[in-house]
């Protein structure tokens, strides 16, 4: 009888292990192995090479006119600061805030090397402007000359009203003895009428007063109505618990309004 190594009875005894394992295990379900993708998908490496263009640059070449809001010019990073009457977005997008001239200019006064975009009112406008200069501003207002009528010469003087209000004033109603020129001693003592009045009604006049200013006292518009005989509620003073019986009335009407509100959405539920 041959001598077996031990090494080798060992190995086939593993081997005869394996075989009765996959004899054995013959009726279960097999493995089934996978191959991954080698391509990523939905990456970076997958996406377009070209983009779209980002448009940046001038959109308002210096001189042009825009309105508030519109972009004047598109950048990254700060190459253009705002200057006067424009602002700068988030992403760096400089923009007018109000109508006017588009202007590119620098300004040593401020920086040595920065460069501004800024917006005028008018297209005769330079900047920067002088530093000694006040800060323009259009406010939604435009400059127009006022045009005064020639004074109508009546009994008691003149009468000085605009254009406008030439149709609606009346004459000046003047003592005899009131000078006819105001001035600072006599400041006090001439008279105006300021409004037309209706048939019937006292005259009304404004008192020149300190300061050179036509005004009437408190107690005069107070009574405004009364003059120009305006029919009002009469008030009347021995009937104390008026106020408090209206009042109570207006409670009494806003609770039933609230329950009738009430049973409409319970009749709806």
Known sequence: MRHIPQTHWQSQSILDAFRSLAISSSHHTSLVFTRPASHAAQAAVNSKKNGPGKHLGAKKAGGQKVNPSQIIFKQRGSLWFPGENCGMGRDHTIYSKVQGYVRYYKDPG????????????EPTMRLPFPAHLPRRRRLGLEAVEMKTAPPRLTENGPIYTSEEDSSQLTEVSVPPS????PGPASASKTTFMIASQKEGCEPHRVQLRQGYMYRESNWEIGRTAERLKVPGVVYNRTDR?????IREEKKVQNLARKQASMRRKNKKK
């Open 110 to 121: 401020v920086h040595p090397k920065r460069q501004y975009i800024g917006v005028v009112f």
């Open 178 to 181: 009131t000078p006819r020129v």
């Open 241 to 245: 618990w008026k106020a408090w019986r």
